[in-house]
């Protein structure tokens, strides 16, 4: 379906939220229309601008022990923005993001197979992406920074995830999907790239301070502390003044346990609790 036509005079206007139902649903029917190659390269990229959001964040919660908690975690929030504008503006396909498709399937506009098929083929270069950005920043040694101390801080961000029980973690990625989709609705409006910055931002740096857990980011935090606990040289440890026995918690057991429950909330609360709540209020009247 074509966008509604606009004239010069209020091309730089942003969409109201009936059109940017319809745009998101536009965007759905897009999305599942391109090859699987497509959407597995553009699944990688997404995989990757997270990572570097997550890199990001590391970085900057190094050190920041002397703020109070709620700042330095505003802080990390607002660098680990970078993914999703990086997805945005860039142009990447990420699965969480992509939990809004629901809006094109609940219009009939694609199948339930293609629905899938696109998920499955993105979140796949999710995992690519994610954990090959993972990889990379072990093997150029990014973890020995400052003395150390950025693999120190990398290892307890990655710790904390992983002790999470099930129902909580679930419900903190459920909530962390809510906002992370909020943004990608909201993009839908703006008519810039400065706009979707600027939409974009508020939203993750809410999940991030807030401590809700985010499956594709996920897939580097805990992999890369993984990798720091067994390969990292005793330089490291000695460095940092601990071991590897201090991080109990960090398994590779405990890392699926996240992935496969931060999936599954992040899922349930894009898909239900925004793109069918959107489409329930916006869309459903046109759909019959």
């Known amino acids: 379906m074509a966008m509604p036509e606009r004239s010069a005079g209020d091309a730089i206007d942003p969409l109201l939220p009936p059109p940017?139902?319809?745009?998101?649903?536009?965007?759905?029917?897009?999305?599942?229309?391109?090859?699987?190659?497509?959407?597995?390269?553009?699944g990688v990229l997404a995989g990757a601008f997270i990572a570097f959001g997550a890199v990001f964040m590391t970085v900057v919660l190094t050190g920041a022990g002397d703020l109070p908690?709620?700042?330095?975690?505003?802080?990390?929030?607002l660098v680990f923005s970078l993914g999703l504008i990086l997805v945005i503006v860039g142009g990447a396909e990420l699965f969480t993001?992509?939990?809004?498709?629901?809006?094109?399937?609940?219009?009939?506009?694609?199948?339930?197979?293609?629905?899938?098929r696109a998920w499955t083929f993105v979140y796949l270069g999710n995992i690519i992406g994610a954990i090959g950005t993972a990889a990379f920043a072990f093997l150029a040694g990014h973890y020995g920074i400052a003395h150390g101390e950025v693999g120190k801080t990398a290892l307890a961000v990655a710790a904390a995830k992983a002790a999470?029980?099930?129902?909580q973690l679930f419900f903190l990625?459920?909530?962390?999907?809510?906002?992370?989709?909020?943004?990608?609705?909201?993009?839908?409006?703006?008519?810039?790239?400065?706009?979707?910055?600027?939409?974009?931002?508020?939203?993750?740096?809410?999940?991030?301070?807030?401590?809700?857990?985010?499956?594709?980011?996920?897939?580097?935090?805990?992999?890369?502390?993984?990798a720091i606990k067994y390969g990292a040289g005793p330089e490291f440890w000695a460095a940092v003044g601990q071991s590897a026995a201090a991080y109990p918690a960090l398994t590779a057991a405990n890392a699926i346990h996240n992935i496969i429950v931060s999936t599954l909330g992040n899922l349930i609360g894009g898909s239900l609790l925004?793109?069918?709540?959107?489409?329930?209020?916006?869309?459903?009247?046109?759909?019959?």
């Not at 319809?22 to 959407?39: F, N, P, S, Y």
């Not at 999470?164 to 129902?167: A, D, E, Q, R």
């Open 97 to 116: 993001g992509d939990a809004l498709m629901v809006v094109a399937y609940a219009s009939r506009r694609i199948a339930l197979g293609a629905l899938l």
């Open 274 to 288: 925004v793109g069918v709540v959107y489409w329930f209020i916006y869309l459903r009247r046109r759909a019959h």
């Open 20 to 42: 940017m139902a319809i745009a998101c649903e536009v965007a759905g029917v897009t999305k599942a229309g391109r090859d699987a190659l497509t959407l597995l390269v553009l």
């Open 69 to 77: 908690w709620g700042l330095a975690r505003l802080l990390a929030g």
């Open 164 to 167: 999470l029980p099930t129902v």
């Open 173 to 226: 990625a459920l909530l962390c999907n809510v906002l992370v989709c909020l943004a990608v609705w909201m993009s839908f409006a703006a008519q810039s790239a400065s706009d979707k910055v600027a939409v974009i931002v508020p939203p993750i740096a809410a999940f991030v301070a807030a401590g809700f857990e985010h499956s594709i980011a996920n897939l580097y935090f805990l992999p890369y502390a993984l």
